[in-house]
């Protein structure tokens, strides 16, 4: 089995890297079977602009740019996807949202039939979210932003192409053993992904 890592963070040296570099070892720790990718869009330099490119793949006028269809070829060899990131603006990095703006393309991440019904075509990614952050957990819970960040990304992205969010995590800097706490519970996510289902 094996897992897509992806993250948007600018400094190599970030909790995020560390965090989805002990995600990768999670996995790695589960035996030779499994393995993991790490999607660094900010070292890869990623472009997350929606263009018209894009939007003439959104209206079946043309195939995906290259590098849309390098990403859909990543995903395509993943059985799960791990989105690791910080939380900016209550919400995802511009360029992760840009990463998933352009890549979950109509006609491939799901389908708009010619009945107008919803065809959900990712059904087989399981994903995992695993978002840090500054506030703590009263602040998150006396606004509900961890329940519009759920809404808005486990329902609103993943939900409506059919992906199963198996994991959606949130830490915080005010948890008790930070930062150590974030690199422990990434790792033991990663181990968790590829676990048999009891």
């Given at each position: 089995m094996h897992a897509l890592i992806v993250l948007a963070h600018p400094a190599p040296h970030s909790l995020t890297h560390a965090m989805a570099a002990e995600v990768a070892n999670g996995i790695a720790a589960c035996g030779a079977s499994h393995s993991s990718e790490i999607a660094d869009l900010a070292a890869e330099g990623f472009d997350p602009r929606f263009t018209r490119a894009d939007l003439a793949v959104h209206l079946h006028q043309a195939g995906p740019p290259a590098d849309v269809a390098a990403e859909h070829a990543r995903l395509?060899?993943?059985?799960?996807?791990?989105?690791?990131?910080?939380?900016?603006?209550?919400?995802?990095?511009?360029?992760?949202?840009?990463?998933?703006?352009?890549?979950?393309?109509?006609?491939?991440?799901?389908?708009?039939?010619?009945?107008?019904?919803?065809?959900?075509?990712?059904?087989?990614?399981?994903?995992?979210?695993?978002?840090?952050?500054?506030?703590?957990q009263r602040t998150m819970a006396r606004h509900g932003y961890f329940g519009a960040m759920k809404t808005q990304i486990d329902h609103g992205i993943f939900g409506y192409c059919g992906a199963r969010v198996a994991t959606s995590e949130l830490l915080l800097a005010s948890d008790a053993g930070f930062p150590g706490a974030h690199l422990d519970a990434a790792r033991a996510i990663g181990r968790r992904i590829f676990a048999p289902q009891s």
């Open positions: 395509e060899r993943a059985d799960a996807l791990v989105l690791v990131y910080p939380i900016y603006w209550w919400s995802l990095p511009a360029l992760l949202k840009g990463w998933i703006d352009r890549v979950f393309t109509q006609g491939w991440a799901y389908e708009d039939d010619a009945g107008g019904k919803l065809v959900k075509k990712l059904q087989r990614l399981q994903v995992h979210l695993i978002a840090s952050g500054g506030a703590d």
